[in-house]
């Protein structure tokens, strides 16, 4: 029984992201059997992976130093992995029919991701079992998402090779892999290098939370930069050019790009793509919204330490999850055996003031979006309500909403 719930752990936290990739592919979603199919090929990815990992780590490199911290984390762990996934992802595109358009990238990178980071989850909590649901806590916080953004940045820069400027397109093929692999390798090379020393761990942690916050705004900047690409250029064509029996109806193209549909079919269309439809009765009293007149996206995390205005429910759960890892990340540092040096405790103490003011301002923002002071964020379990309640959908006293 133990072993089964150890097994469902492991597995959660990559199952949950790959539902979340899949929902947010809005402008024509990929078939399920291949959305499984590409966490299979993850999955089986992490043998030869495995293998090779083995064959490297018998390079002699003195041990207990910043250099074998560095080859362990860069050559050993990240250039054999992310090109074993980068790999069964070509194996995988080659000869799908539904690949089509820029998202697709994104979808099928981070799905391969998901399949070796759900593998390695079991395995460690398997190899864990007296201590199974800390591990497990720990790897769904941040080992699962480290390759989750890692599969990210390999689908945006596939889609650019595929998909953008000509002069590029040699650059865009060297960070397809190059770029997952500095960002696995500095994630695993800020932890293995923690135990180095008082000043190195201190350096690693900076480097942790940075490069924290660089792949959580980054990465979705990212997907909705694709997002956005391929709701304005559909033409449904596979770049790789292999044959298949695509179908077009089944894999449907957004409401512009369909002639001659008829109104009921098109509203549906658009309402699942979040096209902004209007009756010609209703065009005659209100203001038509078209792309051209929509208030531009300002982004996420423009201001985060700032107390003024509002923030949609999107920002705040990525800000929850920011302030849960940064929680945890000095909740280890503090409980150092032997108690914590002077610089330490400095670097701690500095470190926490802006992790709450973080916190604070925020959810400060995120209850001026439902209308509220940001003093409401000190009734009980009221921040958890705001991770679910919807924000006004037109302006209020504290500002315009937020896209």
Same mark, same amino acid.
């Given at each position: 029984?133990?072993?089964?719930?150890?097994?469902?752990?492991?597995?959660?936290?990559?199952?949950?992201?790959?539902?979340?990739?899949?929902?947010?592919?809005?402008?024509?979603?990929?078939?399920? =059997?291949?959305?499984?199919?590409?966490?299979?090929?993850?999955?089986?990815?992490?043998?030869?992976?495995?293998?090779?990992?083995?064959?490297?780590?018998?390079?002699?490199?003195?041990?207990?130093?910043?250099?074998?911290?560095?080859?362990?984390?860069?050559?050993?762990?990240?250039?054999?992995?992310?090109?074993?996934?980068?790999?069964?992802?070509?194996?995988?595109?080659?000869?799908?029919?539904?690949?089509?358009?820029?998202?697709?990238?994104?979808?099928?990178?981070?799905?391969?991701?998901?399949?070796?980071?759900?593998?390695?989850?079991?395995?460690?909590?398997?190899?864990?079992?007296?201590?199974?649901?800390?591990?497990?806590?720990?790897?769904?916080?941040?080992?699962?998402?480290?390759?989750?953004?890692?599969?990210?940045?390999?689908?945006?820069?596939?889609?650019?090779?595929?998909?953008?400027?000509?002069?590029?397109?040699?650059?865009?093929?060297?960070?397809?892999?190059?770029?997952?692999?500095?960002?696995?390798?500095?994630?695993?090379?800020?932890?293995?290098?923690?135990?180095?020393?008082?000043?190195?761990?201190?350096?690693?942690?900076?480097?942790?939370?940075?490069?924290?916050?660089?792949?959580?705004?980054?990465?979705?900047?990212?997907?909705?930069?694709?997002?956005?690409?391929?709701?304005?250029?559909?033409?449904?064509?596979? =770049?790789?050019?292999?044959?298949?029996?695509?179908?077009?109806?089944?894999?449907?193209?957004?409401?512009?790009?369909?002639?001659?549909?008829?109104?009921?079919?098109?509203?549906?269309?658009?309402?699942?793509?979040?096209?902004?439809?209007?009756?010609?009765?209703?065009?005659?009293?209100?203001?038509?919204?078209?792309?051209?007149?929509?208030?531009?996206?300002?982004?996420?995390?423009?201001?985060?330490?700032?107390?003024?205005?509002?923030?949609?429910?999107?920002?705040?759960?990525?800000?929850?999850?920011?302030?849960?890892?940064?929680?945890?990340?000095?909740?280890?540092?503090?409980?150092?055996?032997?108690?914590?040096?002077?610089?330490?405790?400095?670097?701690?103490?500095?470190?926490?003031?802006?992790?709450?003011?973080?916190?604070?301002?925020?959810? %400060?923002?995120?209850?001026?979006?439902?209308?509220?002071?940001?003093?409401?964020?000190?009734?009980?379990?009221?921040?958890? %309500?705001?991770?679910?309640?919807?924000?006004?959908?037109?302006?209020?006293?504290?500002?315009?909403?937020?896209?």
């Amino acid at each position: 029984m133990n072993v089964l719930i150890a097994i469902a752990l492991g597995l959660l936290p990559a199952v949950v992201l790959v539902f979340y990739i899949y929902m947010l592919d809005k402008n024509q979603r990929e078939p399920l =059997p291949w959305i499984l199919k590409a966490f299979g090929y993850g999955v089986l990815c992490a043998i030869p992976a495995i293998v090779i990992e083995a064959g490297l780590s018998l390079v002699p490199i003195p041990e207990q130093t910043l250099g074998k911290a560095l080859y362990d984390a860069f050559v050993v762990a990240a250039l054999s992995e992310e090109s074993m996934k980068l790999l069964f992802l070509w194996l995988l595109l080659r000869k799908n029919p539904y690949f089509d358009e820029r998202m697709d990238c994104i979808v099928y990178a981070t799905c391969v991701s998901m399949g070796f980071a759900g593998l390695e989850n079991v395995l460690y909590v398997l190899d864990n079992m007296e201590e199974m649901a800390s591990v497990a806590t720990a790897r769904a916080l941040l080992s699962v998402p480290g390759h989750f953004f890692a599969g990210v940045f390999m689908g945006y820069f596939m889609s650019l090779y595929f998909w953008g400027k000509p002069e590029r397109r040699r650059r865009n093929w060297v960070l397809i892999l190059l770029a997952p692999v500095i960002l696995h390798g500095i994630y695993d090379a800020s932890l293995m290098s923690m135990p180095l020393s008082e000043e190195i761990m201190v350096m690693a942690v900076l480097i942790f939370l940075a490069l924290g916050f660089y792949v959580w705004i980054g990465g979705h900047r990212r997907i909705v930069r694709v997002l956005a690409r391929d709701k304005k250029h559909m033409h449904f064509t596979n =770049p790789l050019h292999q044959e298949g029996s695509y179908n077009q109806e089944e894999h449907a193209a957004p409401a512009y790009a369909q002639n001659g549909m008829d109104e009921e079919k098109r509203a549906a269309i658009a309402e699942v793509i979040g096209v902004l439809t209007a009756s010609k009765e209703q065009r005659q009293d209100e203001e038509i919204i078209t792309p051209d007149s929509q208030p531009a996206n300002p982004g996420i995390f423009r201001n985060p330490f700032s107390f003024n205005g509002r923030i949609g429910r999107k920002e705040f759960i990525y800000s929850y999850v920011i302030y849960t890892v940064w929680y945890y990340a000095l909740q280890i540092i503090s409980s150092k055996e032997g108690g914590l040096t002077f610089g330490e405790s400095m670097f701690v103490l500095l470190t926490i003031v802006p992790m709450y003011w973080f916190n604070f301002a925020q959810c %400060c923002k995120r209850c001026h979006d439902t209308g509220h002071s940001g003093w409401w964020q000190l009734i009980p379990f009221y921040p958890i %309500c705001l991770l679910f309640a919807e924000g006004d959908s037109g302006s209020n006293e504290y500002g315009e909403p937020v896209a």
